[in-house]
Protein backbone atom coordinates (compact mmCIF):
# COMPACT_ATOMS: atom_id res chain seq x y z
CA UNK A 1 0.00 0.00 0.00
CA UNK A 2 2.62 2.57 -0.13
CA UNK A 3 1.79 3.58 -3.73
CA UNK A 4 -2.21 3.23 -3.27
CA UNK A 5 -3.80 3.45 -7.21
CA UNK A 6 -6.56 6.45 -5.71
CA UNK A 7 -5.61 9.29 -3.23
CA UNK A 8 -9.20 9.11 -2.53
CA UNK A 9 -12.42 6.84 -3.12
CA UNK A 10 -15.87 8.11 -2.68
CA UNK A 11 -18.22 5.78 -1.87
CA UNK A 12 -21.88 6.35 -3.99
CA UNK A 13 -22.90 7.58 -6.70
CA UNK A 14 -25.54 9.74 -5.96
CA UNK A 15 -25.67 14.05 -5.99
CA UNK A 16 -23.09 13.66 -2.69
CA UNK A 17 -20.95 11.24 -4.08
CA UNK A 18 -21.02 13.23 -7.95
CA UNK A 19 -20.13 16.52 -6.23
CA UNK A 20 -17.00 15.28 -3.81
CA UNK A 21 -15.84 13.78 -7.27
CA UNK A 22 -15.87 16.89 -9.06
CA UNK A 23 -14.67 18.67 -5.98
CA UNK A 24 -11.13 16.77 -5.04
CA UNK A 25 -10.71 16.48 -8.79
CA UNK A 26 -10.53 20.13 -9.48
CA UNK A 27 -8.07 19.95 -6.97
CA UNK A 28 -5.64 17.80 -8.35
CA UNK A 29 -6.63 14.54 -6.28
CA UNK A 30 -6.77 11.61 -8.02
CA UNK A 31 -10.26 10.23 -7.41
CA UNK A 32 -12.08 7.13 -7.83
CA UNK A 33 -16.19 7.12 -7.38
CA UNK A 34 -17.57 3.54 -6.57
CA UNK A 35 -21.08 2.97 -7.17
CA UNK A 36 -22.89 -0.25 -6.76
CA UNK A 37 -25.37 0.14 -9.30
CA UNK A 38 -25.01 0.32 -13.20
CA UNK A 39 -25.53 3.81 -13.25
CA UNK A 40 -25.39 7.31 -11.12
CA UNK A 41 -28.65 7.99 -9.02
CA UNK A 42 -29.88 5.22 -8.63
CA UNK A 43 -30.64 5.47 -5.26
CA UNK A 44 -32.08 8.68 -3.01
CA UNK A 45 -30.95 10.79 -5.61
CA UNK A 46 -33.32 10.02 -8.65
CA UNK A 47 -36.39 11.07 -7.20
CA UNK A 48 -36.81 14.93 -5.54
CA UNK A 49 -38.75 17.98 -6.17
CA UNK A 50 -35.69 19.55 -7.39
CA UNK A 51 -36.35 23.21 -5.57
CA UNK A 52 -32.85 25.26 -5.56
CA UNK A 53 -33.13 26.39 -1.70
CA UNK A 54 -31.84 29.19 0.03
CA UNK A 55 -32.00 28.13 3.69
CA UNK A 56 -34.34 30.22 4.73
CA UNK A 57 -36.02 27.21 6.77
CA UNK A 58 -33.08 25.60 7.61
CA UNK A 59 -31.78 25.65 11.44
CA UNK A 60 -30.17 28.47 12.14
CA UNK A 61 -26.35 28.44 12.87
CA UNK A 62 -26.36 24.67 11.25
CA UNK A 63 -23.83 22.92 8.69
CA UNK A 64 -26.82 22.38 6.77
CA UNK A 65 -27.76 26.11 6.33
CA UNK A 66 -24.11 26.58 5.48
CA UNK A 67 -23.92 23.49 3.03
CA UNK A 68 -27.28 24.84 1.52
CA UNK A 69 -25.91 28.44 1.02
CA UNK A 70 -22.68 27.54 -0.14
CA UNK A 71 -24.30 24.94 -2.73
CA UNK A 72 -26.63 27.79 -4.32
CA UNK A 73 -24.37 30.13 -4.56
CA UNK A 74 -21.47 27.84 -6.48
CA UNK A 75 -24.58 26.06 -8.67
CA UNK A 76 -25.28 29.89 -9.70
CA UNK A 77 -21.54 30.34 -10.78
CA UNK A 78 -20.95 27.70 -12.65
CA UNK A 79 -24.44 26.48 -14.23
CA UNK A 80 -23.60 28.44 -17.37
CA UNK A 81 -20.72 26.65 -18.28
CA UNK A 82 -22.15 23.45 -17.46
CA UNK A 83 -25.51 24.48 -19.38
CA UNK A 84 -27.23 23.70 -16.40
CA UNK A 85 -31.18 25.49 -15.92
CA UNK A 86 -32.57 27.41 -13.84
CA UNK A 87 -36.82 28.11 -13.53
CA UNK A 88 -37.03 31.32 -11.34
CA UNK A 89 -40.07 30.92 -9.76
CA UNK A 90 -39.91 31.95 -6.13
CA UNK A 91 -41.74 30.32 -3.60
CA UNK A 92 -44.62 30.98 -0.91
CA UNK A 93 -45.24 29.35 2.46
CA UNK A 94 -49.08 29.01 2.33
CA UNK A 95 -50.96 29.21 5.55
CA UNK A 96 -53.92 27.59 5.42
CA UNK A 97 -55.48 27.67 8.65
CA UNK A 98 -55.44 30.28 11.87
CA UNK A 99 -52.39 28.55 13.49
CA UNK A 100 -50.28 28.62 10.66
CA UNK A 101 -50.75 32.29 10.00
CA UNK A 102 -49.67 32.64 13.43
CA UNK A 103 -46.03 30.86 12.79
CA UNK A 104 -45.41 33.30 9.60
CA UNK A 105 -43.48 35.50 11.43
CA UNK A 106 -41.15 33.30 13.20
CA UNK A 107 -40.54 31.43 9.70
CA UNK A 108 -39.37 35.44 8.37
CA UNK A 109 -37.27 35.89 11.23
CA UNK A 110 -35.53 32.27 10.73
CA UNK A 111 -35.17 33.41 7.27
CA UNK A 112 -33.94 37.21 8.40
CA UNK A 113 -31.54 35.05 11.01
CA UNK A 114 -30.28 32.75 8.39
CA UNK A 115 -29.64 35.33 5.91
CA UNK A 116 -32.12 35.26 3.54
CA UNK A 117 -33.33 38.76 4.19
CA UNK A 118 -35.92 39.31 0.49
CA UNK A 119 -38.88 37.32 2.24
CA UNK A 120 -42.08 39.27 2.84
CA UNK A 121 -45.62 38.31 4.19
CA UNK A 122 -48.40 38.62 2.35
CA UNK A 123 -52.17 38.46 3.24
CA UNK A 124 -54.38 36.06 1.43
CA UNK A 125 -55.10 38.94 -1.36
CA UNK A 126 -52.17 39.46 -2.43
CA UNK A 127 -51.28 36.01 -2.87
CA UNK A 128 -54.22 35.41 -5.17
CA UNK A 129 -52.81 38.49 -7.47
CA UNK A 130 -49.47 37.36 -7.36
CA UNK A 131 -51.27 33.51 -8.10
CA UNK A 132 -54.61 34.20 -9.56
CA UNK A 133 -55.61 30.34 -9.49
CA UNK A 134 -54.70 29.86 -5.81
CA UNK A 135 -57.47 28.56 -3.61
CA UNK A 136 -59.68 31.42 -1.98
CA UNK A 137 -59.36 29.84 1.34
CA UNK A 138 -55.85 30.69 1.89
CA UNK A 139 -55.17 33.31 4.52
CA UNK A 140 -51.28 34.45 4.29
CA UNK A 141 -48.10 33.25 2.93
CA UNK A 142 -44.71 33.72 3.10
CA UNK A 143 -42.92 34.91 -0.32
CA UNK A 144 -39.22 33.40 -0.21
CA UNK A 145 -38.32 35.24 -3.82
CA UNK A 146 -34.82 32.90 -4.57
CA UNK A 147 -36.42 29.79 -4.56
CA UNK A 148 -35.78 28.56 -7.88
CA UNK A 149 -36.34 25.05 -9.70
CA UNK A 150 -33.94 23.35 -11.69
CA UNK A 151 -32.82 19.95 -13.38
CA UNK A 152 -32.58 17.49 -10.53
CA UNK A 153 -30.62 14.84 -12.86
CA UNK A 154 -28.40 17.23 -15.24
CA UNK A 155 -26.74 18.83 -12.54
CA UNK A 156 -24.76 15.74 -10.65
CA UNK A 157 -23.68 14.38 -14.04
CA UNK A 158 -22.48 17.49 -15.05
CA UNK A 159 -20.94 17.50 -11.66
CA UNK A 160 -19.16 13.81 -12.31
CA UNK A 161 -18.41 14.98 -16.25
CA UNK A 162 -16.44 17.42 -14.97
CA UNK A 163 -14.52 14.98 -12.96
CA UNK A 164 -14.08 12.36 -15.25
CA UNK A 165 -13.00 14.79 -18.32
CA UNK A 166 -10.35 15.71 -15.53
CA UNK A 167 -8.96 12.61 -14.22
CA UNK A 168 -11.43 10.91 -12.10
CA UNK A 169 -12.15 7.66 -12.76
CA UNK A 170 -15.65 5.88 -12.00
CA UNK A 171 -16.35 2.06 -11.35
CA UNK A 172 -19.89 0.71 -11.73
CA UNK A 173 -21.44 -2.27 -10.42
CA UNK A 174 -18.65 -1.97 -7.88
CA UNK A 175 -20.96 -2.22 -4.33
CA UNK A 176 -18.13 -2.09 -1.54
CA UNK A 177 -18.79 -5.15 0.93
CA UNK A 178 -15.87 -4.45 3.26
CA UNK A 179 -11.88 -3.04 3.68
CA UNK A 180 -9.65 -2.89 5.91
CA UNK A 181 -6.87 0.09 6.77
CA UNK A 182 -3.74 -0.81 6.17
CA UNK A 183 -0.17 0.97 6.03
CA UNK A 184 -0.83 4.01 3.89
CA UNK A 185 -4.33 3.83 2.78
CA UNK A 186 -7.49 1.68 2.58
CA UNK A 187 -8.04 -1.74 0.44
CA UNK A 188 -12.14 -1.68 -0.06
CA UNK A 189 -13.96 -4.82 -1.17
CA UNK A 190 -15.82 -4.12 -4.51
CA UNK A 191 -18.24 -6.18 -6.38
CA UNK A 192 -16.07 -5.84 -9.50
CA UNK A 193 -12.53 -6.51 -7.59
CA UNK A 194 -10.67 -4.78 -4.28
CA UNK A 195 -9.58 -0.74 -4.76
CA UNK A 196 -7.27 1.00 -2.66
CA UNK A 197 -7.19 4.57 -1.87
CA UNK A 198 -5.31 6.66 0.64
CA UNK A 199 -8.52 7.96 1.87
CA UNK A 200 -12.04 6.77 1.92
CA UNK A 201 -15.19 9.11 1.60
CA UNK A 202 -18.95 7.74 2.25
CA UNK A 203 -21.66 9.07 0.19
CA UNK A 204 -23.07 5.66 -0.26
CA UNK A 205 -26.60 7.39 0.93
CA UNK A 206 -29.10 4.80 1.95
CA UNK A 207 -26.40 2.61 2.83
CA UNK A 208 -24.28 4.71 4.83
CA UNK A 209 -23.98 2.93 8.04
CA UNK A 210 -23.91 -0.50 6.48
CA UNK A 211 -20.60 0.62 4.63
CA UNK A 212 -19.13 2.14 7.72
CA UNK A 213 -20.30 -1.05 10.01
CA UNK A 214 -18.86 -2.94 6.74
CA UNK A 215 -15.62 -1.47 6.89
CA UNK A 216 -15.38 0.84 10.54
CA UNK A 217 -16.76 -1.86 12.49
CA UNK A 218 -19.44 1.07 13.74
CA UNK A 219 -21.88 3.48 12.98
CA UNK A 220 -22.92 6.75 14.73
CA UNK A 221 -26.28 6.73 13.11
CA UNK A 222 -28.91 4.44 11.31
CA UNK A 223 -30.78 4.96 8.42
CA UNK A 224 -34.46 4.78 8.73
CA UNK A 225 -35.82 4.85 5.11
CA UNK A 226 -38.44 8.17 4.89
CA UNK A 227 -40.67 7.02 1.72
CA UNK A 228 -41.87 10.07 -0.43
CA UNK A 229 -44.77 9.38 -2.78
CA UNK A 230 -45.48 12.25 -5.95
CA UNK A 231 -47.79 12.82 -8.53
CA UNK A 232 -47.10 14.54 -11.86
CA UNK A 233 -49.81 15.86 -13.65
CA UNK A 234 -50.25 16.62 -17.44
CA UNK A 235 -47.72 19.93 -18.79
CA UNK A 236 -51.22 21.67 -19.40
CA UNK A 237 -51.43 22.31 -15.88
CA UNK A 238 -48.26 24.33 -15.06
CA UNK A 239 -49.90 27.30 -16.86
CA UNK A 240 -51.76 27.65 -13.40
CA UNK A 241 -49.02 27.95 -11.37
CA UNK A 242 -45.85 29.90 -11.45
CA UNK A 243 -44.25 29.77 -8.06
CA UNK A 244 -43.33 26.78 -5.54
CA UNK A 245 -45.90 26.29 -3.14
CA UNK A 246 -45.02 25.27 0.19
CA UNK A 247 -46.77 23.95 3.59
CA UNK A 248 -45.97 25.80 6.99
CA UNK A 249 -43.72 22.76 8.15
CA UNK A 250 -44.31 20.82 11.17
CA UNK A 251 -41.75 19.42 13.17
CA UNK A 252 -41.11 15.95 11.43
CA UNK A 253 -41.48 17.25 7.70
CA UNK A 254 -41.17 19.79 5.12
CA UNK A 255 -44.85 18.85 4.17
CA UNK A 256 -46.48 18.33 0.58
CA UNK A 257 -45.19 20.97 -2.06
CA UNK A 258 -47.20 21.88 -5.25
CA UNK A 259 -44.91 23.01 -7.91
CA UNK A 260 -44.02 23.23 -11.02
CA UNK A 261 -41.05 21.23 -12.35
CA UNK A 262 -38.42 22.51 -15.48
CA UNK A 263 -39.67 19.48 -17.56
CA UNK A 264 -43.14 21.51 -18.06
CA UNK A 265 -45.19 19.40 -15.97
CA UNK A 266 -46.75 20.37 -12.00
CA UNK A 267 -45.71 17.84 -9.39
CA UNK A 268 -47.51 17.36 -5.37
CA UNK A 269 -45.12 15.50 -3.04
CA UNK A 270 -43.91 14.58 -1.08
CA UNK A 271 -45.02 12.10 1.38
CA UNK A 272 -42.90 10.99 4.39
CA UNK A 273 -43.30 7.63 5.55
CA UNK A 274 -41.15 5.32 8.01
CA UNK A 275 -40.18 1.98 6.41
CA UNK A 276 -37.40 -0.74 6.89
CA UNK A 277 -36.75 -1.56 3.05
CA UNK A 278 -34.18 0.26 1.04
CA UNK A 279 -34.00 -0.80 -2.05
CA UNK A 280 -38.44 -0.66 -2.89
CA UNK A 281 -40.03 2.59 -2.71
CA UNK A 282 -43.80 1.36 -3.86
CA UNK A 283 -46.86 3.69 -4.96
CA UNK A 284 -49.90 3.29 -3.37
CA UNK A 285 -53.41 4.10 -4.74
CA UNK A 286 -55.11 5.77 -1.62
CA UNK A 287 -52.12 7.96 -1.20
CA UNK A 288 -52.14 8.83 -4.35
CA UNK A 289 -55.07 10.18 -4.53
CA UNK A 290 -54.98 11.80 -1.33
CA UNK A 291 -51.80 13.67 -2.91
CA UNK A 292 -54.08 14.87 -5.76
CA UNK A 293 -56.88 16.01 -3.70
CA UNK A 294 -54.27 17.97 -1.78
CA UNK A 295 -53.10 19.81 -4.84
CA UNK A 296 -57.04 20.44 -5.99
CA UNK A 297 -57.45 21.73 -2.72
CA UNK A 298 -55.03 24.21 -3.13
CA UNK A 299 -55.27 24.89 -6.62
CA UNK A 300 -58.61 23.76 -7.41
CA UNK A 301 -58.57 23.98 -11.41
CA UNK A 302 -57.00 20.81 -11.07
CA UNK A 303 -59.89 19.17 -10.72
CA UNK A 304 -59.82 16.28 -13.48
CA UNK A 305 -56.30 17.40 -14.59
CA UNK A 306 -54.88 13.87 -15.85
CA UNK A 307 -51.92 12.36 -14.08
CA UNK A 308 -49.33 12.05 -16.86
CA UNK A 309 -46.75 9.61 -13.94
CA UNK A 310 -46.30 8.47 -10.58
CA UNK A 311 -43.49 7.83 -8.54
CA UNK A 312 -42.20 7.29 -4.82
CA UNK A 313 -38.23 7.51 -3.76
CA UNK A 314 -36.53 6.97 -0.48
CA UNK A 315 -34.92 9.63 1.75
CA UNK A 316 -31.52 8.15 4.09
CA UNK A 317 -33.45 9.93 6.95
CA UNK A 318 -31.42 8.91 10.38
CA UNK A 319 -32.20 9.73 14.14
CA UNK A 320 -31.09 12.79 13.88
CA UNK A 321 -32.93 16.11 11.92
CA UNK A 322 -29.20 17.35 10.98
CA UNK A 323 -26.32 16.03 8.85
CA UNK A 324 -23.94 13.30 10.09
CA UNK A 325 -20.93 14.33 8.92
CA UNK A 326 -17.91 11.91 10.79
CA UNK A 327 -14.48 13.27 11.06
CA UNK A 328 -12.41 10.37 11.05
CA UNK A 329 -8.85 11.82 10.48
CA UNK A 330 -7.23 9.26 12.15
CA UNK A 331 -8.80 6.22 10.16
CA UNK A 332 -8.39 8.16 7.10
CA UNK A 333 -12.09 8.06 6.51
CA UNK A 334 -14.92 10.65 6.20
CA UNK A 335 -18.14 9.58 6.11
CA UNK A 336 -21.17 12.42 4.61
CA UNK A 337 -24.47 10.49 6.18
CA UNK A 338 -28.21 11.66 6.55
CA UNK A 339 -28.52 14.10 3.64
CA UNK A 340 -31.55 14.13 3.23
CA UNK A 341 -34.40 16.55 1.09
CA UNK A 342 -31.54 19.38 1.01
CA UNK A 343 -29.59 16.95 -0.72
CA UNK A 344 -29.82 18.44 -3.74
CA UNK A 345 -29.18 22.31 -3.00
CA UNK A 346 -26.43 21.16 -0.10
CA UNK A 347 -24.23 18.89 -2.57
CA UNK A 348 -21.53 21.46 -3.79
CA UNK A 349 -21.35 23.00 -0.61
CA UNK A 350 -20.99 19.36 1.15
CA UNK A 351 -18.57 18.51 -1.13
CA UNK A 352 -16.94 21.84 -0.08
CA UNK A 353 -17.23 21.52 3.85
CA UNK A 354 -15.36 17.98 3.23
CA UNK A 355 -12.76 18.93 1.43
CA UNK A 356 -11.75 21.98 3.73
CA UNK A 357 -11.88 18.71 6.48
CA UNK A 358 -9.41 16.68 4.27
CA UNK A 359 -7.35 19.31 3.43
CA UNK A 360 -7.10 20.79 7.34
CA UNK A 361 -5.74 17.16 7.99
CA UNK A 362 -3.55 16.95 5.51
CA UNK A 363 -4.55 14.82 2.50
CA UNK A 364 -2.47 14.20 -0.53
CA UNK A 365 -0.64 16.74 -1.94
CA UNK A 366 -2.78 19.15 -3.37
CA UNK A 367 -2.15 20.79 -6.78
CA UNK A 368 -5.14 22.54 -8.45
CA UNK A 369 -6.02 22.28 -11.66
CA UNK A 370 -5.32 25.62 -13.08
CA UNK A 371 -7.70 25.56 -16.39
CA UNK A 372 -9.76 22.57 -15.84
CA UNK A 373 -12.19 21.03 -18.50
CA UNK A 374 -15.64 21.96 -18.20
CA UNK A 375 -18.32 19.84 -20.75
CA UNK A 376 -21.47 21.22 -20.59
CA UNK A 377 -24.70 18.98 -20.66
CA UNK A 378 -27.47 18.94 -22.98
CA UNK A 379 -30.62 21.01 -22.00
CA UNK A 380 -33.83 18.95 -21.29
CA UNK A 381 -35.80 21.80 -19.57
CA UNK A 382 -38.62 22.95 -21.32
CA UNK A 383 -38.41 27.09 -20.78
CA UNK A 384 -35.03 26.78 -22.80
CA UNK A 385 -34.15 25.54 -26.46
CA UNK A 386 -34.03 21.96 -26.98
CA UNK A 387 -32.85 19.68 -29.57
CA UNK A 388 -35.55 19.17 -31.19
CA UNK A 389 -36.77 23.07 -32.15
CA UNK A 390 -33.25 22.96 -34.47
CA UNK A 391 -34.51 23.73 -38.07
CA UNK A 392 -35.14 20.37 -40.32
CA UNK A 393 -35.01 18.27 -37.07
CA UNK A 394 -36.85 15.43 -38.03
CA UNK A 395 -35.84 12.33 -35.38
CA UNK A 396 -37.82 12.46 -32.85
CA UNK A 397 -38.03 9.36 -31.07
CA UNK A 398 -40.18 9.42 -28.34
CA UNK A 399 -42.86 12.21 -28.93
CA UNK A 400 -44.48 12.94 -25.34
CA UNK A 401 -41.47 14.55 -24.38
CA UNK A 402 -39.83 15.44 -28.34
CA UNK A 403 -36.43 13.59 -27.77
CA UNK A 404 -34.42 13.13 -30.50
CA UNK A 405 -32.71 10.17 -31.66
CA UNK A 406 -29.54 11.83 -31.57
CA UNK A 407 -29.50 12.63 -27.86
CA UNK A 408 -30.53 9.47 -27.39
CA UNK A 409 -27.24 8.52 -29.55
CA UNK A 410 -25.29 11.09 -27.65
CA UNK A 411 -26.59 9.68 -24.28
CA UNK A 412 -24.99 5.92 -24.95
CA UNK A 413 -21.51 7.51 -25.87
CA UNK A 414 -18.77 9.52 -24.04
CA UNK A 415 -16.92 8.73 -21.03
CA UNK A 416 -20.23 8.86 -18.86
CA UNK A 417 -22.77 6.65 -20.87
CA UNK A 418 -26.14 5.55 -19.66
CA UNK A 419 -25.93 2.15 -17.96
CA UNK A 420 -28.98 1.71 -18.13
CA UNK A 421 -32.82 2.33 -18.58
CA UNK A 422 -32.91 4.57 -15.67
CA UNK A 423 -29.89 6.52 -16.85
CA UNK A 424 -30.73 6.83 -20.27
CA UNK A 425 -34.14 8.47 -19.05
CA UNK A 426 -32.78 10.25 -16.62
CA UNK A 427 -30.20 11.68 -19.50
CA UNK A 428 -32.76 12.33 -22.15
CA UNK A 429 -36.45 12.44 -20.88
CA UNK A 430 -37.13 9.76 -23.14
CA UNK A 431 -40.19 7.36 -22.12
CA UNK A 432 -41.32 10.15 -19.02
CA UNK A 433 -44.10 11.48 -21.22
CA UNK A 434 -47.76 10.73 -21.33
CA UNK A 435 -47.84 7.35 -22.61
CA UNK A 436 -44.82 6.53 -20.04
CA UNK A 437 -42.75 5.20 -23.33
CA UNK A 438 -45.53 2.92 -24.52
CA UNK A 439 -44.77 4.40 -27.93
CA UNK A 440 -41.23 4.73 -27.86
CA UNK A 441 -39.98 2.15 -25.50
CA UNK A 442 -39.43 -0.40 -28.85
CA UNK A 443 -37.48 1.80 -30.59
CA UNK A 444 -35.18 3.03 -27.10
CA UNK A 445 -34.65 -0.84 -27.31
CA UNK A 446 -33.30 -1.34 -30.77
CA UNK A 447 -31.01 1.37 -29.88
CA UNK A 448 -29.86 0.29 -26.86
CA UNK A 449 -29.64 -3.49 -28.06
CA UNK A 450 -26.10 -4.88 -26.59
CA UNK A 451 -25.76 -2.03 -23.99
CA UNK A 452 -27.74 -2.42 -20.86
CA UNK A 453 -27.86 -5.98 -18.55
CA UNK A 454 -30.33 -6.74 -18.70
CA UNK A 455 -31.40 -5.45 -21.89
CA UNK A 456 -34.60 -2.86 -21.87
CA UNK A 457 -36.42 -6.28 -23.30
CA UNK A 458 -35.79 -8.75 -25.89
CA UNK A 459 -37.03 -10.33 -28.78
CA UNK A 460 -37.76 -6.44 -30.62
CA UNK A 461 -37.67 -6.33 -34.34
CA UNK A 462 -35.36 -4.52 -35.50
Wanted: aromatic content about 6%.
Amino acid sequence: MSEPSFDVAVIGGGVVGCAMARRFTLAGVRVVLLEKAADILAGASKANSAILHTAFDAPVGSLERQCMQAGYAEYMEIRGRMNLPLLETGAIVAAWREEEVARLPDIRQQALDNGVDDVEILDGAALRRREPHLSDKVLAGLLVPREHLIDPWSAPLAYLKQAVSNGAQVRFKAQVTGGRQEEGGWRLQTDSGPIQARTVINCAGLYGDAVDLACLGDCDFAIHPRKGQFVVFDKAAAAYLSSILLPVPTARTKGVVLTRTVFGNLLVGPTAEEQDDREHATVEKETLQQLIDKAVEMLPVLAGMPVTAIYAGLRPATQFKEYRIRNLSERSWITVGGIRSTGLTAALGIAQHVFGLYRDWGGAALAPIAEPACEAVPNLAEHLPRAWMDPGRSDIVCHCERVTRSEIEEALRGALPAGDIGGLKRRTRACMGRCQGFNCSAAVAVMTEGRFDPPLTRGVAK
